[in-house]
Each structure stands twice: as C-alpha cells, then as structure tokens.
C-alpha cells in the first residue's frame, strides 16, 4: 500500500518544484505519519519496525544522510486488536476521546441524530419482520453504547455497568479505575509529547493493576498467575485503540484504509488459552457464530475502526463466502460497504492448503460484485471475469422442507475404526466413504478408511455413535458424496453406515424421493453448486459439498408431469443399475447416458433456464 502512494506522489514530482520530494522523504512521511499497527506476537511487532527502516534505507543513496527512524513505539504496537476489555474489565471509556467541553454542544447533536438513525431503523425492521438475531442484537448495543456517551456529556447520573467490573464500589479497583480515567484526560488534555509519553506509562501499569484489582475482588484469584506472565512477556491480551492511536480518532473519527492478511485459525486448532477467547468475541461481536474462523473477527473489527468514508481490503479464506458460521458477518460487511470479491482460487497464492479471496470495501458504498481471475497475469493485468450463477433466483432445499444429515464426524473418525471390520455380522452393516459413491449407485468393494484398505467394510454400533445416527443410518435416504468433481447421489431403502464426508437427504419435503435424485445427479444442480460455491473448490477441480452447501440448492414447487417424467426415467436408470455389470456393457452404459440427458432437458424446462442458460450449462458441464 505504502508502495503504491509513494508511486503516485512521485509521479507529481514533475509537476511540482518542492525540496524534499525523493523517494526516501517520500517513505519516511509515509511511515512517521500515515502507518500504523498491531499485532498480538511481540517478535512480529520488532520485525515490522525492522522492516519499514530497511525498506528506507535502500532508498536513500547517501548513506550519510539517513535519519534516525522515526519513534515507531507508538505507531507499531503490541496487544490483542480484537479486544478492549480483559475478563469483563472495561479499561478504557470511549466518552473521553469524543467528549470535550468546548464540542459539548455539537457532540450532543451528533449522539441524539445518530441515536434518531439507529431507533428509526430499529422500528422499520421491527415493522418488516428482520429485527432479529445478530441485526437486533448489534443495534441493541450500539443504542446502548451512543446512550451511555450522551449521558456522560449531558451529566447524567452514571450507571452501573453490566460487566461486572465493580467501578460503582468503594474498592481498590474503583480507585485505580478513577485514576486510569483521570490519567486518560491529563493525555487528551496534554500536547507536549514528552508529557504524553510519560502519562502513557503511567497508564500502562495502571491497566494492569486495574485487571489485577478487579480479579483479587472478583475472587479470580486463579487468573493472577496468568496476568503476571502476560507482564512478563510484555504481552496485552488487549488493545486500546482510540487511547494509543488517539489521534486517528480524535481528529480523523477513525481510519481512512484498513488491509491485512489475518489468521486463519480455525476453532479445532484452538489452543486452551485462544479458546478461552471466543466466548468473549462472541459476546462482543453478535455477527460471529458456531465454530468460527478467527479471521471473521478481524473483518468486523476491522470495519469498526473506519471512518465514515474509509476503505478497507483483506485477504481471507474463501470460506467466508460460504461457511454457515461467517453468513452473518459476510451481511454485515456488505451493509457496511463491501463491494467487490476478486477469487484468486484457481492460483496458487500460499503453500499451505489455503484457498484465498481478495475483499475490497468501501463505507459509501454497498454495490457487490463476484469476479475472478484464472492467473497471476490476469491478477497483474487487473483482466477479471464476472462470475455467473443462478444466486437467490430460487427458493432451497432447506426452505422446501427437505433435510440433510452428515455421515460420521471429523471428531468421531477415529473412534469409528474400532466398530469396523471385513466380516459382515447380524449386527453390522454396510459401511461407505465419498469415494463409494457414483451417480445411481453404490460401490461396497474396496473401502479405504483412515489409511486402512477394507474389501468390504461393516460396522457395529460402538460406544461412540449416538442412538440417532445409527437410526439415521438403518433408514432409507438419498446418499450423496462429500469430495467430487460433480454431484454424485444414490437412493438406498436398505442399511447403510456413512463415514467422514458423505451426506444423505432423510426427509424429502414431500417430493419423490426418486425425483430428487435425479434432479441432483443433473448437470443442472452439477453447475449450481459449483457457481454458488466456487470459492470450496479444492485442487484437482474437487467440490468440497457439505450439509450447508446442499441446504442452499434450488428446488421449486408444482409442475407435477415433470416431475414424474423425471421419475420414470431415474427408474429406467435404476433398472439397469440394479443388475451390477453395467460398467461391463457398453450398451448399458449408452442407455445410462441417453436417460440422463432427457433428466436433463427435463430439470431445465422444471427450473424454466431460458436458452442462454441452457447453455451455459451444457458449456460448463
């Protein structure tokens, strides 16, 4: 980014007749003035001071005349950037970096407009029906925290606070809190820097004797161990962002341009202390649910901190687009302005197994665009292509009443091996895996599960399957596989155990169960999915299909003579399938062919594809 401004200034350069307009003075400017950072790993914070003076000195030819780097201790810091608060203990009161009693007035009008904004767009959702979830919960708090401020600037009496941080008892903790709260007012009162950096040592060891205070009258006296490494680490599980970069806040309202490249870190790979966290982001911001990537938090921290008109461009797993737990925070940042997603799938950007999109966002704006590009010449050359679908033109699977279930879990995998064995038992059944399943049929031979080849494989119910599952597997269902280059789906009436990435619809929402089946097994839903979903491609062309993705297949209502036409031709199929040597018949294998293409013009004039789309199928299929 730095790169790229320095280029544009340069090029004014011959335009302009100002002293000082190198290269070098450009950086430096760039770096004492525009830049600033955080990251939890204190090593990564030296290397990035390390960094930007290198990147200075190279261009500056006259080794005599490179300055000192500018004081980056409060440009580049350490600290948790997601978190302002440590166990419930609110460090820092925003009302000090807005309030000022020379804008009292103005700051009131602005609070009671936006508090106007927030309440009438509180009852217009009420009055649609949307006010609900993570949307009801976020203007909650914002009315909560535009509230609050208003009453410190009007002087109303204050309030107790809901965390639990006791600043409203005579306490050792309420008098830290009220000299941290002083001190803060001395630093925003205060414009010699010398002054300042002093007071912001002061509040340095405040916060924590703040936090320690809090636990010993909390009785937490378990967590006091952990705060005293955290200090001697020199490590904050906490971030003051309008305290340390107060004046990005105070005169900007915020950032003009937010990027990063965040972690992705998923909640298996979570370590005790990290997991101890996601209670916490998950109280804090209402937009994260279930099992969620720490990268989502990023995203909606990442938006808070903006200004009104500023930008920001992350590079994030392609799982945003399509993971169940980022649905509402990808709302959240369309509503605040995300505008363009650029796949970059197709290149192989890391070395690990990551498949990575570019989002780009603007607060002014919220027209979103898909593109892609297929190579790095493309990327380079900025040649991207306009992704296409059928997105939102039907209703689902899951809105249709049709339910899905997965097979074994990740977490139970290993444990399934100890119920699976060659020999088939009265109390046994048939066990599978993705590889198993074709289109119309099942293949028993050759099963390889966790690294073990099975000529056939049975399973007993062990202590780790549920009561439910093993139900679920003993009735009958549509099974299809999990890892494919294309919809693959069979119908089973008979027993069947499914292990770590198969799936199986089992209730068809008052469909045939036989025409599903061959609506899915169609090129039409083949192309679907790999359109809506494209960023779950794996290497190799793989689909990575889970319950969620089939959850958001199209299906429509009515049309009874197609759906029966489609049905009997399934059962033509079915019919041919059943006698298990048509692999060996050519003949066989070209009626198969024959009665799939019918199912397919059948499913097109049943989801009304207009030609054009027609064939847009049959070039993609």
């Known amino acids: 980014m730095m790169t790229e401004v320095i280029r544009v200034r340069s090029v004014l350069t011959n335009y302009l007749s100002d002293n000082g307009r190198s290269i070098y003075d450009f950086k430096r400017h760039a770096i004492q003035n525009c830049l600033y950072g955080v990251d ?11 960094r930007l003076w290198l990147s200075l000195i190279v261009d500056e030819q006259d080794i005599k005349q490179i300055k000192p780097l500018p004081n980056l201790d409060y440009k580049i810091m350490q600290g948790n950037s997601l978190l302002e608060e440590y166990e419930g203990i609110k460090l820092f009161d925003e009302g000090i970096v807005t309030a000022s009693p020379l804008d009292n007035t103005k700051q009131i009008e602005e609070i009671k407009q936006k508090l106007s904004d927030l309440q009438r767009e509180f009852f217009k959702l009420h009055s649609a029906g949307e006010l609900k979830g993570a949307k009801k919960q976020q203007i909650d708090m914002e009315l909560k925290k535009y509230s609050d401020w208003l009453s410190k600037l009007t002087k109303a009496p204050k309030v107790k606070a809901d965390n639990g941080s006791l600043f409203d008892q005579f306490s050792e903790a309420k008098q830290k809190a009220g000299e941290l709260k002083k001190l803060h007012q001395e630093f925003f009162e205060t414009a010699n820097k010398r ?132 649905e509402d925070a990808l709302n959240f940042l369309k509503e605040s302005g995300l505008n363009t997603v650029i796949s970059v799938s197709s290149i192989k950007v890391f070395e690990a197994g990551v498949y990575p999109i570019l989002i780009f966002g603007n607060r002014l704006t919220n027209k979103f665009s898909s593109l892609e590009v297929e190579s790095l010449d493309n990327l380079l050359t900025r040649e991207f292509k306009k992704q296409v679908g059928f997105d939102n033109k039907y209703p689902t699977f899951k809105d249709a009443g049709i339910e899905i279930a997965s097979g074994a879990t990740g977490f139970q995998a290993k444990a399934l091996t100890k119920c699976l064995t060659e020999n088939p038992l009265e109390s046994t059944i048939p066990f599978i895996v993705s590889g198993s399943v074709d289109p119309y049929e099942i293949s028993f031979n050759n099963v390889r599960y966790m690294s073990r080849n099975y000529k056939k494989a049975f399973i007993s119910k062990g202590k780790g399957i549920a009561d439910s599952k093993w139900n679920f597997w003993r009735n009958e269902k549509i099974v299809i596989a999990g890892m494919t280059k294309r919809i693959e789906a069979v119908y089973t009436k008979e027993p069947l155990a499914l292990g770590v990435g198969v799936y199986a619809i089992y209730k068809y929402g008052g469909y045939d169960p036989l025409f599903l089946l061959g609506i899915l097994n169609s090129k039409f839903m ?21 319950k969620y993705a089939l959850e958001k297949l199209p299906i429509v209502e009515g049309k009874p003579d197609l759906q029966e036409t489609c049905v009997e031709l399934v059962k033509e199929i079915l019919n041919v399938t059943a006698s298990g040597d048509q692999l060996l018949d050519s003949a066989n294998k ?16 049943f989801y009304e594809l207009s030609s054009e789309e027609i064939n847009m199928v049959e070039t993609k299929a």
């Open 195 to 326: 002054e300042k950096d002093e007071i912001k040592k002061q509040i340095e060891v405040l916060e924590w004797e703040l936090i320690e205070a809090t636990l010993r009258e909390q009785n937490k006296l378990s967590l006091l161990p952990e705060i005293e490494q955290f200090k001697k680490a020199n490590i904050k599980p906490f971030f003051l962002w309008k305290l340390n970069f107060s004046e990005v806040f105070e005169k900007n309202k915020g950032f003009d341009i937010i990027i990063g490249n965040p972690p992705y870190l998923s909640a298996v790979q979570d370590s005790k202390s990290e997991s101890s966290f996601r209670e916490t982001y998950r109280r804090k911001y209402p937009y994260i649910k279930g099992a969620f990537d720490i990268y989502v938090v990023f995203l909606i921290r990442g938006v808070e901190l903006l200004n009104k008109t500023g930008l920001f461009s992350w590079i994030v797993p392609n799982k945003l687009l399509v993971a169940k737990y980022a």
């Open 526 to 546: 083949t192309f679907f999915i790999t359109n809506k979903f494209k960023e779950k491609h794996l290497a190799g062309g793989y689909l990575a299909i889970n």
């Open 590 to 605: 070209t009626l198969i062919r024959e009665k799939e293409k019918q199912i397919d013009r059948v499913v097109y004039d």
């Open 40 to 50: 939890i790993d204190p090593g990564a914070v030296e290397i990035a001071k390390l």
